[in-house]
């Protein structure tokens, strides 16, 4: 790190910005500040304070102290297995549904038949709403009416994909993939365009064989997109919300926390104090994932 | 360009975004010549929807110059946003639902009085007043149809199988059980939507435990602990293996289709949930009989029959003004009269009136037995859902039963967790 005098960095500041560039700056940094922090810091910290009351969202504000929390933990049949769902939601996006990406953009950069073509089939989920794709699970799960039953055959006693607790899970986080894998597809895709092919051609004449080389060479090189297609798996687990919801309301085996807010909150309920404090525990858990990502960031900034 | 000039472009920009939006936040609502009314209706199915269009253009017409401009939102969007609905920029006159789920919203101070309207109105009986009464005894709903309760079936199944319409719970299930040696699903059955289930366990627990019981229970006076609820719970399981599997996945619709296909024999249901799957054809052919006696001391009293209407809602602003309110309660005795209803049920006959000054002649054979069914009752229940606190039901009744339904063994962990749950909800306020 250089040297550089405090007293002379300020002078030279002073020196570049005139009073009236001072004032641009204030009102340009100055708008987005007070947005922030009146769409994103207000209502986050808004539900921390309100998830402190037994709020109703017409009555007057009372104070129940931490009674929110301990009846979330103790006595919500539905909080448990929400979270565990989001974990598992993230699990599954992120050691299946993005490996599974990584593998079609292999395959399709080197070159396969008809990639064109594969490329866009695989894209295509991307573009819908995960709430429309939550209906397009119902068309092929419904046990009664749905195509999957029919296509096996099943009519004797047709198998409840979606009204079974123990299975609906895995056929919306089958629907979820559907439509992540293609997401992290197309990613990759553009990193591996950028992989420099002199590298390859290096590690060939090296004598490194097919996985070798992805596995020392293309993967390290990818680190950059490695890291964003972390952040929308993350992202994406822990704001699920829209397929459940079109399923089936996020009921009977399908609980996400998103979901349990929305039904106090939202709905004709009105815990609002509840709600909000299910709502805190999410925020908590995004930013222990926040957290671990900057902090991993900055130290390989640091590195670099 | 120089930084500067973008500099002052960029702030020029976001001054351009921001503003208009703070100008429309001050817009003022619209003008109010006290003649139209504003109307939320959560009417959005086709059906009902036109219904309730004829009859507005009737009130129209028969008024000097009175207008009223519906606004419909989609049904379960509409009751999810209620209290946000009532609390913000609510409409004059809003459809709404009679019992709990109306004097909730009462209480909080959130709906006009009617009572001056309710010494006028003629052709309501006095249950129907109970249910449109708030705690402090005045009156806020006007209502205008309802929809009884009952086990439907198909008459053609049923004469050609020989089958009799059971009056007891063991004629019920002995019924079920040769409807299953048929082949057939004998209870179609869905709670996918969370609420269809609710009506079984209604008058399961009316029949076994009688219509105060079943008030007491809603209104959180008696522990979902207590041996009359597990009985409930426990009678219910002794029908679950004759009901449709895999009901959690199935929604009303679909049930009710099973029921027009013929692979399903009967299904407890409101009157215009089969009503609105059987094509024209067949809709001569939907019958129905009150849900079998389980005790003999309650009979077949208590008929479930929810109840919809019209109330104002406090908060509009149109209301502040004398001519407007007037209009609106002008429109409201409009409503309650028999003729009202007539014009109502002629393109929608999958409800009944409340007015006993509605023409029953033109009734469908169907629409004719329910009215027999509800004018018999002992006791009129509007449905779990409107009998409770809404956050009630929603977050604790709905999953519960979603519960029961998939592993019907633990009744004791599942009125236990009710009754937790419940304590906590009912001793928020």
New interface residues.
Partial sequence: MSFIPARRTGRRVARRFTGRDLAVLGVLLGIPVLLDVAIVWGPTLASVVLSFTGWDGIGDIKWVGTQNYRNLFTNYPQFWPAARHNLLWLAFLGLVAAPFGLLLAVLIDRGVRFSRFYQSTLYMPVVLSLAVVGFIAQLVFSRDQGALNAVIGDTGSPTDWLGDPDLNIWMVLLAAAWRHTGYVMILYLAGLKAVDPSLKEAAAIDGAGEAQTFFRIVLPTLRPVNVIVGVITVIESLRAFDIVYAVNHGRNGLELLSVLVTDNIIGEASRIGFGSAIAVVLLAVSLGFVATYLVQELRGERNR | MSR?SL??G??VG?GAV?LPALLTACGSGPGGDGKTITLGSNSSDPVPKKAFADAFAAYEAQSDGRKVKVNTVDHNTF??????YL?GKPDDVFMWFAGNRMQFFAE?G?LHDVSDNWQDYKGFSAALKAQSTGADGKQYLTPYYYYPWAVFHRRSLFADRGYQAPKTLDEYVALARQMKKDKLDPIAFCD?D?WPAMGTFDYIDMRTNGYEFHKSLMAGEVAWTDKRVREVFDTWRRLLPYCQ??????TWQ?AA??LQKKEAGMAVFGLPHPGAQFPKGEQGDIDFFPFPVIDPEHGQDAVEAPIDGFLLAKKSKNLKNKKALESAKDLLKWLATGKAEDIYLKSDPNNIAVSDQADISAYSPLQKKAVELVSGAKQISQFLDRDTR??FS??VM??AI??FI?DPDDVDGLVN?IE??KK??FA??
């Fill in positions: 500067r500099l002052r960029a702030a976001a921001t009751q999810e946003n209620i209290s946000r609390q909080k959130l996918k969370g599997q895999g009901a959690n996945g199935r679909e289709n099973s809404p956050d929603s977050t709905i999953p979603q519960k998939s967790d937790r749950q906590t909800i928020a306020d």
